[in-house]
């Protein structure tokens, strides 16, 4: 007999962070687990979340339809905490559509310029923080991969730097702790940043210059053709914001842990600047592995039954089901917590028989809603690493491996720490202390 979620145990005294205060709500929700058990509610705000780690609750999770539980609705919940509500009305080109084999390699191109701008600003030695060196980076891809004309270079990109780290989505699961303040602002600092972006991206269009059609920006104009010129240059920078935002919430700080792991793991990087690209690509999905702090949900709209493996439990409406990989990513099996790349066999863990479940364990997710853009992030992080370590001889300047901001939940892992390096270009290394 099915039995009713409102009769599950509740994680007493357990909230989510936008709610309430909560140090680390990662480690509350496991203290929550180790007393409970796999399957509970937190009660938070007016919300009421199933939380499920049993190895048949986690392939039920990943099994849910669209239609009756969304992870769309479910991020949108999520993002409109930090985005201002206009930014998702009548969107035409999505961040899901990013990823057809052509767009890819227009992307890949662009990162190669990217770098090249980054060999630029870091010279020949230095001292730089990598997450904002990675993050940087992140943005001049990006921006010159869909973001229109002249949008990567000179003040037009610093301009859009400035404004969506003001606009970060992200910031909505890495600080939660901070969204009480943006609603009571009412979003002014995010709305202000959205206009920026509607004035740089309008005068990239004002300038008139061609735009093949084929590209992606091409296809983000095309979908605004009909509309009067006003309309249209909002809609279109408010696509462009919208994928951008999407682009910036994983990747880069993917790359950033990538680097931390070789960086400390000079062998293996060594193999990796050798040119053993299937290695980098293990590094890049191992150091990600270990990063994750998503919480993965689903709003339910239409109630649902949830088998957890003990039990059926009949979820209703309003409801929200989740997991947290950071709970399972490390733990599901012994040896986990380690960095070992080469538990991977491409994008699958080479051997699962230690686990409960092949679900138990993800980078990028599983299911219908996995990563859209899990071989272009790999092959871009593949690529940068190689790059940079290749070109810079690198030192760390931390003392203890950088530790995850502790009130994020969801998304890669923020560094709480400050990462310099200090960085001398091959060739250049005489004169160095
Ligand atoms: C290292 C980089 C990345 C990681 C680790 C990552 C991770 C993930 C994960 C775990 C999911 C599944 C979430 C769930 O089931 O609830 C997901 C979905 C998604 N990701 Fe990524 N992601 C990365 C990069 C990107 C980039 C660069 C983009 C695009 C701009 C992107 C766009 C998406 C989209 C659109 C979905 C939703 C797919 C759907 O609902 O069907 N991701 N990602």
Redesign the pocket.
């Known amino acids: 007999m099915p039995v009713a979620a409102a009769s599950l145990p509740v994680a007493d005294g357990v909230g989510l962070p936008w709610d309430v205060e909560t140090r680390d709500a990662v480690e509350a929700i496991g203290a929550a687990r180790r007393r409970i058990g796999d399957t509970f509610v937190v009660e938070s705000g007016r919300d009421h979340y199933l939380f499920t780690f049993s190895a048949a609750g986690v392939e039920s999770f990943?099994a849910l339809p669209e239609e009756s539980a969304s992870?769309?609705l479910a991020d949108y919940l999520m993002l409109r905490r930090k985005l201002p509500e206009e930014l998702f009305a009548g969107r035409r080109t999505l961040?899901?559509t990013?990823f057809r084999r052509d767009d890819v390699t227009s992307y890949l191109a662009n990162l190669e310029r990217a770098l090249d701008h980054t060999d630029v600003e870091l010279g020949e030695r230095g001292e730089v923080e990598l997450f904002e060196m990675t993050r940087r980076l992140g943005h001049r891809m990006g921006l010159a991969s869909w973001a229109g004309p002249g949008c990567s270079d000179g003040t037009a990109f610093e301009r859009l730097v400035a404004a969506f780290d003001a606009l970060d989505g992200s910031d909505a699961f890495v600080h939660p702790d901070a969204m009480a303040a943006i609603a009571a602002s009412d979003k002014r600092a995010e709305r202000a940043a959205l206009e920026e972006v509607v004035a740089v991206v309008g005068d990239a269009l004002a300038r008139g210059e061609s735009i093949a059609a084929d590209s992606l920006f091409g296809r983000v104009v095309g979908a605004w053709a009909d509309e009067p010129a006003e309309v249209r240059t909002r809609g279109i920078a408010l696509d462009v914001a919208l994928?951008h935002i999407?682009?910036m919430?994983?990747?880069m700080a993917?790359l950033g842990w990538a680097l931390v792991d070789l960086i400390g793991h000079p062998d293996v990087a060594a193999r990796v600047v050798d040119g053993d690209t299937g290695l980098a690509s293990r590094c890049a999905l191992e150091s990600?592995r270990l990063a994750?702090r998503?919480i993965?949900?689903r709003a339910v709209v239409t109630p649902v039954e949830f088998d957890t493996g003990d039990a059926v439990i009949e979820v209703p409406a309003g409801w929200t089901i989740a997991t947290l990989?950071p709970l399972l990513n490390t733990s599901a099996a012994p040896g986990l917590e380690r960095w070992a790349p080469d538990r991977w066999n491409r994008y699958r863990l080479a051997d699962t028989r230690v686990l409960d479940s092949p679900m138990l364990v993800?980078?990028?997710?599983?299911?219908?809603?996995?990563?859209?853009?899990?071989p272009?992030?790999l092959s871009a992080?593949t690529t940068a690493m190689i790059r940079l370590l290749s070109r810079y001889e690198i030192t760390p300047q931390w003392r203890r491996y950088p530790r995850p901001v502790p009130q994020q939940i969801g998304g890669?892992a923020r560094s709480r720490d400050e990462c310099r390096v200090e960085y001398v270009r091959f060739g250049h290394a005489e004169g160095r202390s």
């Open positions: 990943y992870k769309g961040p899901g990013l994928i999407a682009s919430s994983n990747l993917a990600t994750q998503s993965m949900s990989l993800t980078a990028f997710g599983h299911g219908k809603h996995s990563c859209p853009a899990q272009f992030s992080m890669v």
